[in-house]
């Protein structure tokens, strides 16, 4: 029952890291305009994402427009859409696996080695989704603060960090929790198999099948009626 509901507990952590990952890839929050000074009044604030660029006006109108071009892109901006379009599918895949390896779940049968290797391999691929969700996050959020603290920039080129990459964080650190924990199932099954106390067997003795025992067991028993015979008579 304990292992059902850590089980559970491991496909919701992945299925909020899925959730977070898929939405991070369609919001446009991963530049934010960044305005520097205190005589400035913001009308505008323009978003920068994988897939378009916004304009918000007093946060009433907001207008969007994709980037007219894939062989225009910026290699980064390529690189990390790439990236981010195979952490869903992974993703996708992970939560899938972890629902048929479940022990609630009649998917498989009953066969515990086909559920563990299951459970692994969801383990094993959150993670690895994870990894991929931070690599274009954490590059674009260091593009980001570099050209902020860069002095040659002029201050209206300049953005902040987005909502999009905070939330990528946070779903690389469900992806990871959920990861770990099926991940754990193996390395338990695999201790739980292994005895505690090993016994070591003496090479000069040889081991006593059981029908052997049951021979002793047999002479024994009429050892003991002819010795009783004897003291008898």
Same mark, same amino acid.
């Given at each position: 029952?304990?292992?059902?509901?850590?089980?559970?507990?491991?496909?919701?952590?992945?299925?909020?890291?899925?959730?977070?990952?898929?939405?991070?890839?369609?919001?446009?929050?991963?530049?934010?305009? /960044? !305005?520097?000074?205190?005589?400035?009044?913001?009308?505008?604030?323009?978003?920068?994402?994988?897939?378009?660029?916004?304009?918000?006006?007093?946060?009433? #109108?907001?207008?969007?427009?994709?980037?007219?071009?894939?062989?225009?892109?910026?290699?980064?901006?390529?690189?990390?859409?790439?990236?981010? %379009?195979?952490?869903?599918?992974?993703?996708?895949?992970?939560?899938?696996?972890?629902?048929?390896?479940?022990?609630?779940?009649? %998917?498989?049968?009953?066969?515990?080695?086909?559920?563990?290797?299951?459970?692994?391999?969801?383990? &094993? &691929?959150?993670?690895?989704?994870?990894?991929?969700?931070?690599?274009?996050?954490?590059?674009?959020?260091?593009?980001?603060?570099?050209? !902020?603290?860069?002095?040659?920039?002029? /201050?209206?080129?300049?953005?902040?960090?987005?909502? /999009?990459?905070?939330?990528?964080?946070?779903?690389?650190? !469900?992806?990871?929790?959920?990861?770990?924990?099926?991940?754990? !199932?193996?390395?338990?099954?695999?201790?739980?198999?292994?005895?505690?106390?090993?016994?070591?067997?003496?090479?000069?003795?040889?081991?006593?099948?059981?029908?052997?025992?049951?021979?002793?067991? #047999?002479?024994?028993? /009429?050892?003991?009626?002819?010795?009783?015979?004897?003291?008898?008579?």
């Amino acid at each position: 029952m304990a292992y059902c509901g850590l089980q559970i507990i491991g496909l919701v952590l992945g299925g909020i890291g899925m959730v977070g990952t898929f939405t991070a890839t369609l919001l446009p929050q991963w530049k934010v305009s /960044a !305005f520097i000074g205190g005589n400035i009044v913001v009308f505008e604030t323009m978003w920068e994402g994988l897939w378009m660029n916004c304009v918000s006006q007093l946060n009433i #109108k907001t207008q969007c427009r994709f980037y007219p071009s894939v062989l225009a892109l910026p290699d980064g901006l390529a690189a990390a859409r790439a990236l981010m %379009c195979i952490a869903v599918v992974l993703s996708i895949i992970a939560f899938v696996t972890a629902i048929i390896g479940m022990k609630c779940t009649q %998917c498989i049968g009953d066969s515990k080695q086909a559920r563990k290797i299951t459970l692994l391999t969801a383990g &094993v &691929v959150f993670i690895l989704t994870a990894i991929l969700v931070l690599i274009p996050v954490s590059w674009t959020a260091n593009g980001i603060i570099r050209d !902020f603290r860069n002095p040659f920039i002029p /201050a209206p080129r300049k953005r902040e960090l987005g909502a /999009a990459l905070y939330l990528g964080w946070v779903s690389s650190a !469900f992806l990871i929790a959920g990861g770990a924990i099926y991940c754990s !199932f193996h390395c338990y099954a695999s201790k739980s198999r292994s005895p505690r106390y090993p016994t070591i067997q003496n090479p000069e003795v040889p081991a006593i099948l059981p029908s052997s025992r049951h021979h002793l067991h #047999k002479t024994k028993h /009429a050892s003991a009626g002819t010795l009783s015979m004897n003291s008898y008579v």
